[in-house]
């Protein structure tokens, strides 16, 4: 099957669809030699359909442009920096959201000093690198994606029951950073990522499952079922950790939301676009439009809100 870091490399390369050269072109004529490296995810990723989609980029640059100071202020506040994009191509609009980082900051949000889930439960997704400045920077991404996946497992395996399956073990894992944040998809979302990826998912389970300092036993007779003690006391710990986790994230995701007003040039455009999308029976009245603000104040004042938030299934996410 060859190392961890092989399997990460095998996976995030392939052959790139017009539609995403379209995107990466206009990047690199925007930011130039700023641009390090260029991250293809998210759901046109696993679907090829950009019709009626909004396709997600993260953009590793060098640093932020010296001309751009409030976009740099906000960044180092809270990375990334989440700008909205629209080109034409093949006589249609294309439209995509990417999120900026530095390489520092990249580093740093997929290490396992990183407590927040943001970065590091997104690389252990379907992702592909479409760019890259050079083989140094390669290396510097493939060893970002594999500590993020060591780590992502490191904090999920203290929470998981005692005996499991790697399908049980992902679904759970998925579905508990996704709770740290505030997100539009639905429950069955969750299990559409890990059938895409389920053979990557595993792959690098079994590498990184026998590296990590938990007494974790594979049960050969049952195929892919683990079995693992962990004392009560680390179980609390770490459930307090994912409680806090839940909070701090939904918070973060509150202030990514205001801070998209500041670094989207159609913030209100997209917004609508979002909402129409993740919950069409939502309707606002024109006078409410003017404004991001007006229309979630209409929203939380109003009876349509119930269908944001029914069965806790959708939630607004328009970063």
Same mark, same amino acid.
């Given at each position: 099957?060859?190392?961890?870091?092989?399997?990460?490399? =095998?996976?995030?390369?392939?052959?790139?669809?017009?539609?995403?050269?379209?995107?990466?072109?206009? &990047?690199?004529?925007?930011?130039?030699? #700023?641009?390090?490296?260029?991250?293809?995810?998210?759901?046109?990723?696993?679907?090829?359909?950009?019709? #009626? !989609?909004?396709?997600?980029?993260?953009?590793?640059? *060098?640093?932020?442009?010296? @001309?751009?100071?409030?976009?740099?202020?906000?960044?180092?506040?809270?990375?990334? =920096?989440?700008?909205?994009?629209? +080109?034409?191509?093949?006589?249609?609009?294309?439209?995509?959201?990417?999120?900026?980082?530095?390489?520092?900051?990249?580093?740093?949000?997929?290490?396992?000093?990183?407590?927040?889930?943001?970065?590091?439960?997104?690389?252990?997704?379907? /992702?592909?690198?479409?760019?890259?400045?050079?083989?140094?920077?390669?290396?510097?991404?493939?060893?970002?994606?594999?500590?993020? *996946?060591?780590?992502?497992?490191? !904090?999920?395996?203290?929470? +998981?029951?005692?005996?499991?399956?790697?399908?049980? %073990?992902?679904?759970?894992?998925? !579905?508990?950073?996704?709770?740290?944040?505030?997100?539009?998809?639905?429950? =069955?979302?969750?299990?559409?990522?890990? #059938?895409?990826?389920?053979?990557?998912?595993?792959?690098?389970?079994?590498? +990184?499952? !026998?590296?990590?300092?938990?007494?974790?036993?594979?049960?050969?007779?049952?195929?892919?079922?683990? *079995?693992?003690?962990?004392?009560?006391?680390?179980?609390?710990?770490?459930? +307090?950790?994912?409680?806090?986790?839940?909070?701090?994230?939904? /918070?973060?995701?509150?202030?990514?939301?205001?801070?998209?007003?500041?670094?989207?040039?159609?913030?209100?455009?997209?917004?609508?676009?979002? %909402?129409? @999308?993740?919950?069409?029976?939502?309707?606002?009245? @024109?006078?409410?439009?003017?404004?991001?603000?007006?229309?979630? /104040?209409?929203? &939380?004042?109003?009876?349509?809100?119930?269908?944001?938030?029914?069965? *806790? #299934?959708?939630?607004?996410?328009?970063?």
């Amino acid at each position: 099957m060859g190392s961890l870091y092989d399997i990460i490399s =095998n996976r995030i390369t392939g052959d790139i669809p017009l539609e995403v050269e379209s995107f990466v072109n206009t &990047f690199l004529k925007s930011y130039k030699d #700023n641009i390090l490296a260029i991250l293809f995810y998210g759901s046109c990723l696993r679907t090829g359909n950009f019709k #009626n !989609n909004v396709a997600d980029f993260y953009i590793i640059v *060098s640093e932020f442009p010296k @001309k751009q100071k409030l976009d740099r202020y906000l960044s180092y506040f809270l990375p990334p =920096n989440v700008y909205y994009l629209e +080109i034409p191509c093949r006589h249609e609009i294309l439209k995509a959201k990417y999120g900026i980082f530095t390489l520092q900051q990249f580093r740093k949000m997929s290490s396992i000093n990183s407590f927040q889930p943001y970065l590091w439960a997104r690389l252990v997704q379907p /992702i592909q690198l479409v760019y890259t400045k050079n083989d140094d920077v390669k290396k510097e991404i493939i060893s970002s994606i594999l500590t993020a *996946s060591t780590t992502m497992l490191f !904090n999920i395996i203290p929470t +998981i029951k005692d005996h499991f399956n790697l399908k049980e %073990l992902w679904l759970h894992a998925l !579905n508990l950073t996704y709770k740290s944040e505030i997100r539009p998809e639905r429950r =069955n979302h969750i299990s559409k990522i890990y #059938n895409y990826s389920k053979d990557y998912l595993n792959g690098i389970s079994e590498k +990184i499952l !026998n590296v990590l300092p938990y007494p974790i036993k594979q049960n050969n007779k049952n195929g892919k079922h683990y *079995s693992i003690y962990i004392s009560k006391r680390l179980k609390l710990i770490n459930k +307090i950790k994912w409680s806090v986790r839940v909070v701090n994230g939904k /918070i973060i995701s509150i202030l990514r939301l205001i801070k998209v007003l500041f670094t989207f040039d159609n913030a209100l455009s997209y917004g609508y676009f979002k %909402l129409s @999308k993740h919950t069409p029976g939502v309707k606002i009245p @024109k006078i409410f439009k003017k404004s991001l603000l007006l229309s979630f /104040i209409y929203i &939380f004042l109003t009876g349509e809100k119930r269908k944001i938030f029914k069965n *806790s #299934n959708k939630l607004i996410h328009y970063y």
